[in-house]
């Protein structure tokens, strides 16, 4: 606006020059060319002279016009430096996010402590295997040669459990035995002479297949054990106990080899000269977090997903150990390349825990899931691990945990025989003595573990209100023998023929079904408003197998 006025000042006083030039050219008044180009000169840098002083005028003009009015400049300048705001408007929101930031800060410890306990549960069904299972096996044998001296008065020759630990003792045996014919250095050599690429693509697939293993390992099992055990008074509704045996070996020894070329590939990783497949292999579990973090996780979703990770993390200190035990073999057992190996199994061990730490902190995150469930997810174990220590208990300890984690230990163990078997040499008295001391000591530890397992077991369960569950559950299958009685009841006076009694045990069968049915009805109903009355008790009905097979998250 101002720069458009002066400019036709300008203008106007450029033509009045030009004029004047014109009026003394005509009238002749005019000196040389040279004066004239002096003149118009002089008159141009009186215009420009012009020009600026009416442009600091109006900018002089306008800036005290700008500081005059209400919204000056400054008044806005100084309204943002001395602007203020009070959070207190907004209470809840930011208590809420403080609250969120302190979970992330419990969860490390809290999952921690979960992880902590169910290590100590793998590892007490892990020792099992080795130590007391033996020696069950070995009990339930010698009362199987003790019954043709005892008459056979008894109407079973073995009890259930005794006939599960032979299954369990011929499968780990068949097994060790078939697993002599695989060559580990030609599978080590095998796999060394893969790319990097390739064995980071191997590895990955092995994880993989290893858990859909695990998910159709127990059923398996499971069916082995039931069709080994079931009534003979039942119809049969299955192929056979020995066609199930097969099947069972059949799987153990395959999931055998596939944890053994799992082995063997990190072990190659730990052997490679620049450590760039122990990277990749590493840095593969930072992977895990993308498939997780951003997916919706229920309570039991996350339940399933710490169990899975308690299993991974246990799983892979047996394989470490075995890749120690197989490089401490080649190097004469030489103590010094302990330390060589100890930054790459450091660098393993720290890299699950972190993406651990990592994928559970942002899951609790974005679906707003406390730090508490953890204690649940505790005292959930811990409900596993008492219930199977009671008299009507419907499963054994170690096949309860597998069913929970998805870890099925007879595979593992299989696999850590044959390992030390052809890791260790043994020749003369001495070393069957080491042996015999060493196995001793297992079993020590393996009571030592099941004796504090137990006891703080029983602590997480009192603390989460579980023990009306653990009384439940008791007094439940005490209904099925009063079923058995009425039928018994009911045929036999059927038998007799009279009309009268068969009247009256008819109204005696009514009146026990009834009070049967109506025991049932009420315990059924306590049960399903325990059920949808707390949201802590959902877990118990939870079966890792049954909802969720296993799945890969």
């Not at 066609?243 to 990783?269: E, G, K, R, S, W």
């Not at 899975?308 to 490089?327: A, G, H, P, Q, Y």
């Not at 401490?328 to 199994?345: G, I, K």
């Not at 060493?438 to 369960?461: D, E, H, Q, R």
């Amino acid at each position: 606006m101002y720069s458009g006025k002066c400019t036709d000042i300008l203008h106007y006083s450029m033509e009045c020059q030009l004029h004047k030039r014109t009026e003394g050219s005509a009238t002749g008044l005019q000196g040389s060319s040279e004066h004239h180009w002096y003149t118009a000169t002089g008159s141009r840098e009186v215009a420009l002279v012009v020009l600026c002083t009416v442009n600091l005028f109006l900018y002089v003009n306008h800036t005290f016009v700008l500081l005059n009015a209400d919204h000056s400049l400054l008044r806005f300048i100084c309204a943002e430096l001395t602007r203020g705001y009070f959070l207190e408007h907004n209470e809840a929101k930011y208590t809420e996010r403080r609250q969120r930031v302190y979970t992330c800060m419990r969860i490390p410890g809290e999952l921690e402590k979960l992880m902590v306990f169910g290590y100590f549960v793998c590892l007490d069904a892990f020792l099992y295997t080795f130590t007391l299972l033996p020696l069950r096996v070995l009990l339930a044998l010698l009362r199987l040669l003790a019954l043709p001296c005892c008459g056979l008065r008894e109407l079973r020759l073995l009890q259930p459990s005794q006939v599960c630990d032979i299954l369990k003792g011929f499968i780990a045996v068949l097994c060790c035995f078939l697993m002599r014919y695989v060559d580990y250095a030609m599978m080590y050599h095998l796999i060394r002479g893969q790319s990097v690429i390739k064995l980071y693509v191997i590895y990955n697939m092995l994880e993989v297949a290893d858990r859909l293993f695990s998910s159709v390992g127990q059923d398996i099992l499971d069916a082995l054990y039931w069709t080994a055990t079931e009534p003979k008074e039942r119809k049969r509704a299955h192929i056979g106990v020995i066609p199930h045996f097969l099947i069972a070996v059949l799987y153990v020894f395959l999931h055998t080899i596939l944890i053994m070329v799992q082995a063997t590939t990190l072990n190659v990783a730990f052997n490679s000269q620049n450590k760039s497949l122990l990277t990749i292999m590493m840095s593969s579990n930072f992977v895990e977090i993308k498939g997780c973090v951003f997916k919706k996780f229920e309570k039991n979703n996350l339940f399933h997903m710490s169990n899975s990770d308690i299993k991974e993390r246990f799983t892979n200190f047996i394989l470490i150990f075995i890749v120690c035990l197989r490089n401490m073999e080649q190097f004469s057992w030489n103590p010094d390349h302990l330390w060589v190996l100890l930054p790459d199994v450091s660098m393993a061990v720290a890299s699950e825990i972190a993406v651990d730490i990592v994928k559970h902190a942002f899951v609790t995150k974005f679906n707003d899931i406390t730090a508490d469930v953890y204690s649940e997810y505790r005292a959930r174990l811990a409900f596993d691990l008492v219930s199977s220590r009671k008299k009507n208990a419907y499963t054994d300890y170690s096949d309860s945990v597998a069913r929970r984690m998805g870890f099925i230990p007879l595979p593992l163990a299989v696999l850590l025989i044959c390992v030390m078997t052809s890791s260790l040499k043994i020749q003369g008295p001495l070393s069957y003595m080491c042996v015999m001391l060493f196995y001793l000591g297992m079993i020590t530890l393996k009571v030592l573990n099941s004796i504090i397992l137990l006891g703080k077991s029983c602590l997480y369960v009192k603390k989460a209100n579980m023990e009306e569950k653990l009384v439940r559950n008791h007094q439940i299958p005490a209904l099925n023998p009063s079923h058995q009685a009425s039928k018994s009841q009911s045929k036999a006076l059927r038998s007799t023929g009279s009309t009268a009694e068969s009247t009256g045990a008819s109204q005696l069968i009514g009146c026990v079904s009834a009070s049967d049915t109506a025991e049932g009805k009420a315990a059924v109903s306590k049960g399903s408003e325990v059920k949808h009355g707390s949201r802590k008790e959902n877990l118990l009905d939870v079966d890792h197998f049954a909802i969720c097979g296993n799945r890969i998250d």
